[in-house]
C-alpha cells in the first residue's frame, strides 16, 4: 500500500519586524530538505517596521497551483490583529499556533487545535531577543 499523499498550507503573520517572513523560509527550507514541491509568497505592508507582514508556504507531494493560501491548515499568529485577520480562514481539523505574549485573546476554536505559546517571553528570558519567530516553527 502506498503512502497517502501529504500537502500543508500555512499562513504566518504579524507585524514587520517580528521575523515572520523568515520564519515562513524557515519552514519552506524544511521542505526543500525533504525534496518536496513548496512555494513561499510573502505580503507586507509598505512600512520598514511595524507594519503588517505574512506569509503563505505550501509544502507538498504534488505540484501547487497557487502560492496563496486562503485556508491554511496551519496559522502561526504573532499579534492580535493577524489572528482578527485570519482564525476565522482555518481548516477544520487545522492548529493555530499564538503567541500568547503579544495575543491577549486566544481563541476558542472547535475543531481546531490552537497552541497558545509565550514566544516573546520565552525568547526575551533566553536571552535570544527577536527569535520568537523560530519557537514559533
Keep these: 500500500m502506498s503512502e497517502p499523499k501529504r500537502c500543508m498550507q500555512a499562513v504566518l503573520a504579524g507585524f514587520g519586524g517580528q521575523g515572520i517572513l523568515f520564519a515562513g523560509k524557515i519552514i519552506a ?17 509598505p512600512e520598514m517596521r511595524g507594519g503588517t507582514a505574512n506569509c503563505s508556504v505550501c509544502i507538498s507531494d504534488d505540484p501547487i497551483g ?3 493560501v ?3 491548515d496551519v496559522l502561526v499568529v504573532m499579534n492580535q490583529p493577524s489572528l482578527d485577520k485570519f482564525e476565522h480562514s482555518v481548516q477544520p481539523g487545522g492548529l493555530v499556533i499564538v503567541d500568547s ?6 481563541p476558542d476554536m472547535p475543531g ?10 520565552l525568547a ?14
Design 29 to 45: 527550507n524544511a521542505g526543500l530538505l525533504e525534496d518536496r514541491e513548496l512555494s513561499w509568497l510573502p505580503s507586507y505592508g
Design 66 to 68: 497557487s502560492p496563496l
Design 70 to 72: 486562503l485556508n491554511p
Design 101 to 106: 505574549t503579544l495575543v491577549p485573546r486566544i
Design 112 to 121: 481546531v487545535t490552537v497552541c497558545a505559546v509565550p514566544a516573546t517571553a
Design 124 to 137: 526575551e528570558e533566553a536571552g535570544l531577543k527577536g527569535l520568537a519567530n523560530v519557537i514559533l516553527v
